[in-house]
Nanobody, 116 residues
């Protein structure tokens, strides 16, 4: 069973930065895409950013210009660099991966809290 392990969450002040990591338990080289979702209390889970195997990226409008997704195939890891964090970014962030048309995986989530 493939595992995705997130890390890097925490409590930060508004305006700060964090980098989330998602490490896969096997090679991600041929995976279709990987991404980050988040879920705030009382809200639905929403896409934050995604990156294809070819490196194309897509971002939610609310994070464009502040967040950057990247992948390091050699380390089987996807990153989410988050800058200029604000209270609305507070959520549990989940790593998501689509290995193929029929196989997809979720990580366990990492909490990001932005508070003065």
């Amino acid at each position: 069973q493939v595992q995705l392990v997130e890390s890097g969450g925490g409590l930060v002040q508004p305006g700060a930065s964090l980098r989330l990591s998602c490490a896969a338990s096997e090679s991600i080289f041929n995976w279709v895409f990987m991404g980050w979702y988040r879920q705030a209390p009382g809200k639905q889970r929403e896409l934050v950013a995604e990156i294809t195997g070819g490196g194309s990226t897509n971002y939610a409008d609310t994070v464009k210009g502040r967040f950057t997704i990247s992948r390091d195939n050699a380390k089987n890891t996807v990153y989410l660099q988050m800058n200029s964090l604000n209270h609305e970014d507070t959520a549990v962030y989940y790593c998501y991966a689509r290995k193929s048309s029929s196989l997809s995986y979720w990580g366990q989530g990492t909490q990001v809290t932005v508070s003065p």
